[in-house]
């Protein structure tokens, strides 16, 4: 993937991005306005954007650019972490564009322009495969259409304050590639939800990774620890004093920092973790706490809920 800070023949009566304020082609200052050919990239663009945090509008007029700035500053959105995604549906666009730009920066709004291109084999290929015309083919061929939509995006691309060429990467690289422009410190992590619930009762539909802790002698044949839960401190001072309870923590815990850094390369935000037992009752709600108290530990995002407790 090839980066370039600018482009060739920028409208002289535009000052360049140093002049405008601009601390480098990262977001750190400025709205971002992400645009370019359709298929390059720029819905993958936009969801890298939010999962750091921004707040990101897709497919927004460039007439109504100020409009977002101005309520985005109404509920004390950081300008910072605003982005619009504008692509060539709009009429008019390169005339909108320019002139939405113009008057965010007279106001003093801070504008950053970024731009997703690709050649025109990539982007043949990637409509292609997805089986869909190109937004302005009309009735003519796909290659038409992106034809057009290169001669209508020229001055905004040489206007661009960043352009970034998608052809030979897939979206993940594309992904990490906006984190790095825009994510300075921060790096986004894996967000997980852990859901107990009873085998008997069904699986979660939306699992990722299931934990059955059927394994562990069921409290529900103690009968002082039958009514209670296990987020009750007999239950889970039972649960967790069995033989291999901390060795499966210990585990899977290694486990899962594995598989968490792999989602997160793979550009994976969320994960949805089911740890089972029979009722949901006892052993699953007492391990899914545990689990989540060893997942925050390691700085991660954690959710516990418990799906079936109650139910019996």
Same mark, same amino acid.
């Given at each position: 993937m090839s980066e370039q800070t600018g482009g060739t023949g920028r409208d002289p009566s535009r000052p360049p991005p140093a002049e405008r304020g601009r601390r480098g082609v990262v977001g750190d200052t400025a709205f971002v306005i992400v645009t370019g050919m359709s298929g390059a990239g720029r819905s993958t663009a936009a969801k890298a954007l939010e999962d750091l945090g921004w707040f990101v509008i897709d497919n927004l007029p460039p007439g109504m650019l100020f409009a977002m700035a101005e309520e985005a500053g109404r509920v004390k959105l950081p300008t910072d972490k605003v982005a619009a995604v504008v692509d060539v549906r709009s009429l008019a666009f390169t005339t909108d564009l320019n002139s939405a730009i113009e008057e965010l920066e007279a106001r003093g709004v801070g504008v950053r322009v970024v731009f997703l291109e690709a050649s025109d084999e990539e982007l043949v290929r990637r409509f292609e495969n997805v089986r869909r015309p190109h937004p302005l083919q009309g009735e003519g061929r796909l290659v038409d259409g992106i034809a057009r939509e290169r001669g209508i995006l020229r001055e905004v691309r040489a206007n661009a304050d960043l352009v970034i060429d998608t052809s030979s990467h897939n979206v993940h690289e594309l992904r990490g590639k906006i984190v790095s422009f825009f994510g +300075?410190?921060?790096? &986004? +992590? @894996?967000? =997980?939800?852990? =859901?107990?619930? +009873?085998?008997?009762? +069904? @699986? &979660?539909?939306d699992a990722d990774l299931v934990v059955d802790c059927r394994f562990l002698p069921n409290p529900h044949w103690v009968p002082e620890l039958r009514p209670m839960t296990g987020l009750e401190t007999p239950v889970r001072e039972y649960v967790l004093s069995q033989p291999g309870a901390k060795e499966f923590l210990d585990g899977y815990e290694e486990v899962l920092g594995v598989v968490a850094a792999g989602y997160v390369r793979e550009g994976k935000g969320y994960a949805t973790l089911a740890v089972g037992c029979t009722g949901g009752r006892h052993r699953s709600v007492a391990m899914a706490e545990q689990i989540g108290a060893r997942l925050r530990e390691r700085d991660m995002e954690v959710q516990v809920s418990h799906r079936d407790v109650g139910r019996e």
């Amino acid at each position: 993937m090839s980066e370039q800070t600018g482009g060739t023949g920028r409208d002289p009566s535009r000052p360049p991005p140093a002049e405008r304020g601009r601390r480098g082609v990262v977001g750190d200052t400025a709205f971002v306005i992400v645009t370019g050919m359709s298929g390059a990239g720029r819905s993958t663009a936009a969801k890298a954007l939010e999962d750091l945090g921004w707040f990101v509008i897709d497919n927004l007029p460039p007439g109504m650019l100020f409009a977002m700035a101005e309520e985005a500053g109404r509920v004390k959105l950081p300008t910072d972490k605003v982005a619009a995604v504008v692509d060539v549906r709009s009429l008019a666009f390169t005339t909108d564009l320019n002139s939405a730009i113009e008057e965010l920066e007279a106001r003093g709004v801070g504008v950053r322009v970024v731009f997703l291109e690709a050649s025109d084999e990539e982007l043949v290929r990637r409509f292609e495969n997805v089986r869909r015309p190109h937004p302005l083919q009309g009735e003519g061929r796909l290659v038409d259409g992106i034809a057009r939509e290169r001669g209508i995006l020229r001055e905004v691309r040489a206007n661009a304050d960043l352009v970034i060429d998608t052809s030979s990467h897939n979206v993940h690289e594309l992904r990490g590639k906006i984190v790095s422009f825009f994510g +300075g410190d921060h790096r &986004p +992590g @894996l967000r =997980v939800n852990i =859901v107990s619930f +009873g085998f008997k009762y +069904g @699986l &979660p539909v939306d699992a990722d990774l299931v934990v059955d802790c059927r394994f562990l002698p069921n409290p529900h044949w103690v009968p002082e620890l039958r009514p209670m839960t296990g987020l009750e401190t007999p239950v889970r001072e039972y649960v967790l004093s069995q033989p291999g309870a901390k060795e499966f923590l210990d585990g899977y815990e290694e486990v899962l920092g594995v598989v968490a850094a792999g989602y997160v390369r793979e550009g994976k935000g969320y994960a949805t973790l089911a740890v089972g037992c029979t009722g949901g009752r006892h052993r699953s709600v007492a391990m899914a706490e545990q689990i989540g108290a060893r997942l925050r530990e390691r700085d991660m995002e954690v959710q516990v809920s418990h799906r079936d407790v109650g139910r019996e």
